[in-house]
């Protein structure tokens, strides 16, 4: 069953309160992954997890939304998917000139990236951790 919870940019402190909830019942009902959204809460649902003794990736599996190559540090590894801002912008320059010069524009897909450094080998890279994520609702 997936829980779809939100913690609010402005305070991340939220975090410990939503964790507290989702990891202080018994093993059985707890969440064994996490997706984050934006890899700016990561820090904060990070040492959140840490201090209920769970570790990550070993108790629950985390990913974190992320732009790279600058995603938001975070002192525990964790699996970080997300798109290179790089590649994003060429992929949006190239539509525009294709546009300029009236060339018709379709649809461009840029491929999502992990950090294989941190935690998402486990997972089987990219691939897996795509899999993963989307059988969580």
Same mark, same amino acid.
């Given at each position: 069953?997936?829980?779809?919870?939100?913690?609010?940019?402005?305070?991340?402190?939220?975090?410990?309160?939503?964790?507290?909830?989702?990891?202080?019942?018994?093993?059985?009902?707890?969440?064994?992954?996490?997706?984050?959204?934006?890899?700016? #809460?990561?820090? =904060?649902?990070?040492?959140? @997890?840490? +201090?209920?003794?769970?570790?990550?990736?070993?108790? /629950?599996? *985390? &990913?974190?939304?992320?732009?790279?190559?600058?995603?938001?540090?975070?002192?525990?590894?964790?699996?970080?998917?997300?798109?290179?801002?790089?590649? #994003?912008?060429? =992929?949006?320059?190239?539509? @525009?000139? +294709?546009?300029?010069?009236?060339?018709?524009?379709? /649809?461009? *897909? &840029?491929?999502?990236?992990?950090?294989?450094?941190?935690?998402?080998?486990?997972?089987?890279?990219?691939?897996?951790?795509?899999?993963?994520?989307?059988?969580?609702?």
């Amino acid at each position: 069953k997936a829980w779809h919870q939100g913690i609010p940019l402005r305070a991340p402190e939220w975090a410990a309160h939503l964790i507290a909830l989702l990891m202080g019942g018994p093993s059985r009902g707890r969440p064994d992954a996490m997706w984050i959204a934006d890899d700016n #809460v990561v820090p =904060a649902v990070v040492d959140a @997890i840490g +201090a209920t003794g769970l570790r990550i990736p070993r108790d /629950v599996f *985390v &990913v974190g939304h992320s732009n790279f190559p600058w995603p938001t540090p975070s002192a525990t590894p964790i699996c970080r998917v997300g798109y290179h801002a790089g590649s #994003v912008l060429e =992929a949006a320059m190239a539509s @525009i000139r +294709a546009q300029r010069r009236g060339e018709a524009v379709g /649809v461009t *897909v &840029v491929p999502p990236v992990t950090d294989e450094r941190e935690g998402c080998g486990a997972a089987g890279g990219v691939e897996g951790v795509i899999e993963a994520v989307g059988t969580l609702g």
